[in-house]
């Protein structure tokens, strides 16, 4: 709600976070933090498939291809109309040390 008073005057917008804690277990390969423009119109499992092949040092380009993929399906769905922001943060988990362990 950062300099937005009509959003909190008149739609309840708030700057007050909502936080959940998560263990990362051994298992979980990516964290993808992304805003409404994505979970709107993309589901989770769909998110994964789109990233899933890209490799660590690729993660900007995967990120890349999530938020447009993101884009264009609010883009069909709206008609052409105007779309608000997207973002994307992904962050590979558990990568291998150097010394391989």
């Keep these: 709600c950062l300099g937005d008073l009509l959003g909190h005057q008149d739609c309840g917008i708030t700057c ?5 804690t998560v263990d990362i ?3 979980n390969k990516w964290l993808l933090v992304c805003s409404d423009g994505i979970w709107e119109f993309i589901s989770p499992n769909e998110a994964i498939s789109l990233i899933a092949s890209y490799p660590a040092d690729k993660a900007m380009v995967a990120a890349e291809k999530l938020a447009k993929e993101g884009w264009d399906k609010w883009i069909k769905e709206e008609g052409g109309a105007v779309v608000d922001d997207i973002t994307v943060i992904l962050v590979h988990l558990n990568l291998p040390s150097a010394d391989g362990a």
């Design 16 to 20: 007050e976070p909502e936080v959940t």
């Design 25 to 27: 277990l051994p298992q």
